[in-house]
């Protein structure tokens, strides 16, 4: 399942059509609620971008105990995403790396339930006060 909206959608429909896939499904856009949904249902989300400032999806992902695989161009990932800990980091546009890693994830379970159980201990930490205190000790430096 193909989660977004954006300029490559129609690269993306032609792609599938073209080359006869059948198990890819195209959603679009999904807003705070039904994308909590979809989170519920899935086994990983693979967050494939070239470049993202942070990537707030991956959050979210982790927020709903959801394993994430995700490129090195996306900015949240040295704070987010441990390897075999809390998700996988795949190097940008290196997509032996990626199967690689998401064959680890999907084929070992004890992997898998282990990087679940970690999410849940660790997006914990991830609040408002942690949040705050960064930037306090940031502000204090400047």
Do not use: H
């Amino acid at each position: 399942m193909m989660v977004g909206d954006g300029n490559l959608m129609s690269y993306c429909k032609n792609y599938i059509a073209n080359n006869n896939l059948n198990n890819i499904l195209l959603v679009g856009f999904k807003n705070r609620k039904e994308i909590r949904a979809i989170y519920k249902i899935s086994y990983v989300l693979v967050m494939p971008s070239k470049y993202e400032t942070w990537g707030l999806v991956i959050n979210e992902a982790m927020a709903c105990k959801l394993p994430v695989i995700a490129s090195s161009s996306c900015g949240c990932v040295d704070d987010l995403i441990k390897n075999k800990v809390t998700g996988f980091v795949y190097r940008e546009d290196n997509f032996v790396d990626l199967k690689k890693k998401f064959l680890q994830l999907i084929d070992n379970r004890t992997i898998y339930l282990k990087i679940k159980s970690n999410l849940i201990t660790y997006i914990k930490k991830q609040n408002f006060n942690v949040t705050i205190n960064s930037l306090e000790k940031i502000l204090n430096k400047i």
